[in-house]
C-alpha cells in the first residue's frame, strides 16, 4: 500500500484539485482511497457528496478511539472510495491535544486496509492532522504555482517532513507546478528559479492553466471525466 500526501500551508495552489485528478487516474487502474482531511471538504464535494449529511468524517476516526475505519469508508461515485470532511473536522485538530500517541493515530487506524494506493488531501495547515498523514505516507507532493513567493514557504514545509523523518524515515518528499501559463515569460523565469532552488525534488511535469478544471469542479467532476483536456493529459503524466 503506498500513500501519498498533498500538502502546502498556502490555499489557492490546486492541492484539493491534484489529490482529486491523481486519486481518479489511479483508480483506472488500482483500489484507491481518498482521504479529506481538509475541514473545507473540497475534496468531499468534489466526489459528489452532499457534506452536510455526513455521519461520519475522518474527525470521527481520528478522534473516537471505538470508530472503525470501515465505518467512515463511503463508495464515490468516481471509482475511488473516500473517507469524507466536512466542517466539523476543524474541531479536530483541537481535540487531538489531548491523545495518547497523537501524531501516529491515522496510521494504526489505516494500517490493516486493503488499497494499493491512499492518497490524502491535508488541510492548508502544518498542523497535528497533516502530520498524522505524513507519519503514514511514502510520498508528500507539493503542488506550488509558478510565482516566486513560492519559494518563501518551503523551509516550513522542509522543517515539517524533518520532524516526520525519525519516524517514517522512507518519507519523499517532491514538488510540481501547477496554473502553468507558458503565454507568461515570467512563469517560465520562476519555473528556472523554482528548479534551481529545489533540485532534484522538483518534478519536470507541470499542470497548466486549463478552464475545463474550474467547469469540473462546478459540476462536481473529475478531469478525467472531460477527456482529452490538457490537464487531463498532465495529470496523467503526473
Known amino acids: ?12 495552489v490546486g492541492k484539493t484539485t491534484s489529490a482529486v485528478n491523481i486519486a481518479s487516474y489511479l483508480s483506472f487502474k488500482h483500489k484507491v482511497l481518498l482521504i479529506d482531511m481538509d475541514p473545507q471538504g473540497n ?10 449529511s455526513l455521519k461520519k468524517t475522518i474527525g470521527t476516526l481520528l ?10 469508508i463511503i463508495e464515490s461515485s468516481k471509482g475511488f472510495d473516500l473517507i469524507p470532511s466536512n466542517l ?14 497523537r501524531e501516529f493515530i491515522l496510521r494504526e487506524k489505516i494500517k490493516n ?14 498542523s497535528i492532522m497533516t502530520i498524522n498523514a505524513l507519519v503514514v505516507s511514502s510520498l508528500a507532493l507539493t503542488p506550488i504555482q509558478p ?3 513560492s519559494i518563501e514557504g518551503i523551509d516550513s514545509l522542509t522543517s515539517v517532513i524533518n520532524l516526520v523523518l525519525p519516524a517514517n524515515p522512507s518519507l519523499k518528499h517532491k514538488y510540481f507546478i501547477t496554473m502553468f501559463d507558458a503565454r507568461f515569460s515570467n512563469y ?4 528556472t528559479k523554482i528548479r534551481e532552488v529545489l533540485g532534484d525534488d522538483f518534478l519536470s511535469t507541470k499542470i497548466r492553466t486549463d478552464n475545463n478544471i474550474r467547469k469540473t469542479q462546478d459540476e462536481s467532476k473529475t478531469i478525467f471525466e ?7 493529459d498532465d495529470y496523467e503524466k503526473l
Not at 7 to 12: A, E, F, L, R
Not at 188 to 191: A, R, S, T, V
Not at 226 to 232: A, D, G, I, R, V
Open 63 to 72: 478522534l473516537e478511539d471505538s470508530v472503525k475505519v470501515e465505518e467512515c
Open 1 to 12: 500500500m503506498k500513500v501519498i500526501s498533498l500538502i502546502n500551508q498556502k490555499g489557492g
Open 113 to 126: 486496509l486493503d488499497y494499493e494506493f491512499i492518497i490524502i488531501d491535508c488541510s492548508p495547515s502544518l
Open 43 to 52: 475534496a468531499t464535494s468534489n466526489c459528489g457528496i452532499d457534506k452536510k
Open 147 to 149: 510565482q516566486i513567493f
Open 88 to 101: 466539523d473536522v476543524s474541531a479536530t485538530e483541537l481535540g487531538l491535544y489531548s491523545k495518547f500517541s
Open 188 to 191: 517560465i523565469e520562476n519555473e
Open 226 to 232: 472531460n477527456k482529452n483536456t490538457k490537464s487531463s
